[in-house]
């Protein structure tokens, strides 16, 4: 079974950044072949993708994130990242990271990182 460890959150004021790391215990040549997400999941909310990266690194954004995420990857290390800049206080919440939604069923998720931003 796949474990994912999240890390890197914190709390951080409005514009400041953070840099989360996912560490996946998958082989390599397993992990180098999905494309992976990181999601996130606010108080009284549903869990959202954020940001998604397939296996030959093209990215993609939800719009509330476009121009101040960035999701990147290194599969000589079984790790998946999101640097996040510009924060806002809308993006308080627990960050996750899986493989991207377009695979179902999905691995068991890690217990997050916490990240709030004050304003």
């Known amino acids: 079974q796949v474990q994912l460890v999240e890390s890197g959150g914190g709390l951080v004021q409005a514009g400041g950044s953070l840099r989360l790391s996912c560490a996946a215990s998958?082989?390599?040549?397993?992990?180098?072949?999905?494309?992976m997400g990181w999601y996130r999941q606010a108080p009284g909310k549903q869990r959202e993708l954020v940001a998604a990266?397939?296996?030959?690194?093209?990215?993609n954004y939800a719009n509330s994130v476009k121009g101040r995420f960035t999701i990147s990857r290194d599969n000589a290390k079984n790790t998946v990242y999101l640097q996040m800049n510009s924060l806002k206080a809308e993006d308080t919440a627990v960050y996750y990271c899986?493989?991207?939604?377009?695979?179902?069923?999905?691995?068991?998720w890690g217990q997050g990182t916490q990240v709030t931003v004050s304003s």
């Open positions: 899986n493989l991207d939604s377009s695979y179902a069923p999905v691995w068991d």
């Open positions: 998958t082989s390599g040549s397993i992990f180098s072949r999905v494309g």
């Open positions: 990266i397939t296996s030959g690194g093209s990215t």
